[in-house]
């Protein structure tokens, strides 16, 4: 079977796949007017399946990705300006939660919501790590609190500036300023050696940062958390990382104990026109 596959009775010639293909590796038969891959070009194609989501005549199909597999986008699927500007600016870092927990099938959704993030030349290089109750996130946060312990016993400069005493103090006052009582951890992490796996990380968890919201639920960067895994091995064993990789990111989710009514101002923004 070939690795790219026209349907000729459906495939009208105007050439929409060929223009919108990244790394350009479709042309167009002069005689035929009917699009082909070159030669070896499943060899860097980037499977990003452009040319099978652009196509208007259902007329393209992949080896790897056919496009009866690939679900139409239904009509309307495009948020109004006004309304995203309310949600983008509305959105507000949950770190007070409800005891509340997240079911599996909602967090697995979550996930699978995320992971269609863009990546570099689509190498897709996100891993995922689920702390999955509030008995796993509390101890993963005492780990985190004795790690600070110890780099405020050594008198670390980091401890000095995240101000660990502070939130050290407010542990031994039973309250969790590093997951927040959040009875979830979602972690993003990937391979060491991938350079595009730090910005690919960011992006798939502000896609998940941005999904929580339609599920009624809340979400916050965990910070510390993510500095802790990549700096702590007793912190890394316990969410499963191995020395291969680094964390990217560390998010809380559960259900926020309050709703918001307002857009608190913000900075104005710098901008350089050139």
Known sequence: ????????????????????????????????????????????????????????????????????????????????????????????????????????????????????????????PVYWAVLSNKEKVRGFSEIVINWMRSLIAGSSPLAESFRMKNIVTAWDKKQDWICRGAPHLIIAYGLKDDITAPQACTIALTYLELTVVSFGLGSCWAGYAAMAINMSAEARKFVGLSSKTNCFGAMMIGYSKFNYSRIPLRNKPHILWR
């Open 1 to 124: 079977m070939a690795y790219f596959i026209v349907d000729k009775t459906k495939c009208k010639g105007d050439g929409t796949c060929v223009a919108d293909c990244p790394i350009k590796i479709l042309e167009m038969d002069d005689k035929s007017h009917i699009p082909f891959m070159i030669n070896k070009g499943e060899e860097i194609c980037i499977k990003c399946g452009h040319c099978v989501a652009v196509c208007p005549h259902g007329a393209i199909s992949l080896e790897i990705m056919r496009k009866e597999d690939c679900a139409m986008l239904k009509s309307g699927w495009r948020i109004p300006q006004d309304k995203v500007e309310q949600f983008l600016k509305g959105r507000r870092s949950v770190r007070i939660y409800n005891d509340q927990a997240v079911d599996k099938v909602t967090l697995e959704k979550l996930i699978d919501i995320a992971r269609f993030a863009p990546s570099g030349v689509n190498r897709q």
